[in-house]
């Protein structure tokens, strides 16, 4: 184990501890768990991450002091959790607003009342008597077949978007307002900021960095249920302008800039007038 790196990580003050698994749910729930290292560990991925490290470590044959070790570790790191500022917005309003059927454990009806129903009455010509579908193209949005369509009374994401547009984000919903209000990487000093583009690759970075290889395993889970990725994107984007596209980008430029962010692709991606 590097004491010295766990010494320096213990004099800090935590930022956020969520025992046992952990960490950072910014814009939608991310949930990384780190599996210590043993054998038949993946039918069971169904267990709470605390229970698969209690587990873990006694069928591993694993030590008490060795558990304490990682948990230790988890508990006093420093991690931020960072995603592409447009993902995270899409996947904000898909999770939260697209659809007010799919049920209660995503809070859609409470996102529709205080956001929603506002996001339409302002921006949409007709307000709600107009349904969502008629605005589209179906190839502009993206359906699970396995949940009931949206009532129509939703906003779309053009509107979400213009109303990011209008809105001072300062005051703007934990899961769109921008990292940087959110977090204040420029003020606290993150001991890791990983990226969920390359979530794989910056656990072994963490793992190794705190001499836990051969301990623990990488892994993770997005707890969205679409993660269809760029096609999705597009099909979202298409229905703004690059004007909408560009205004946004001049919201979360900051985001972008300071964790290595892109608008290009979402440039392209624009097709309306
Ligand atoms: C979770 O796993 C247990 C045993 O591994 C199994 O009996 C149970 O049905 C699973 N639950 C779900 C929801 O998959
Ligand atoms: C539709 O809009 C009207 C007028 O703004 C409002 O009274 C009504 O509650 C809205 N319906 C829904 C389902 O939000």
């Given amino acids: 184990m590097n004491s010295i790196l766990l010494q320096k990580l213990s004099m800090r003050p935590r930022l956020i501890r969520v025992h046992g698994s952990y960490l950072v749910g910014v814009g939608t729930v991310i949930i990384l768990v780190f599996y210590l290292t043993s054998p038949a560990r993946d039918s069971q991925e169904n267990e709470t991450a605390q229970d698969a490290v209690h587990e873990d470590v006694t069928s591993a044959g694993e030590s008490e002091p060795d558990l304490n070790r990682y948990i ?3 508990s006093t790191l420093k991690l931020l959790v960072v995603r592409h500022p447009f993902e995270r917005l899409l996947s904000a309003y898909r999770d939260k607003l697209e659809n007010m059927r799919i049920g209660s454990e995503h809070g859609t009806a409470h996102f529709y009342l205080k956001y929603g129903s506002r996001i339409v009455a302002k921006y949409r010509p007709g307000g709600n008597k107009t349904h969502s579908r008629s605005l589209l193209k179906p190839w ?7 949940l009931p369509e949206p009532t129509g009374f939703e906003p779309t994401f053009k509107e979400f978007v213009r109303h990011l547009i209008d809105v001072d984000v300062v005051y703007s919903d934990d899961h769109w307002i921008p990292f940087y209000l959110f977090c204040t990487p420029c003020l606290l000093k993150y001991d890791i900021i990983a990226k969920v583009e390359t979530m794989l690759r910056d656990q072994v970075y963490v793992i190794r960095a705190a001499g836990l290889q051969g301990l623990i395993r990488p892994r993770w889970r997005h707890r969205t249920y679409h993660d269809e990725g760029k096609h999705t994107s597009m099909r979202y984007f298409s229905q703004l302008t690059k004007q909408d596209v560009k205004r946004l980008y001049e919201k979360y430029k900051l985001d972008f800039e300071l964790f290595d962010y892109k ?10 007038k």
Avoid: I
């Fill in 72 to 74: 230790a570790f988890l």
């Fill in 140 to 146: 502009q949005y993206l359906r699970d077949p396995q």
């Fill in 263 to 272: 608008v290009d692709d979402y440039l392209q991606y624009a097709t309306g």
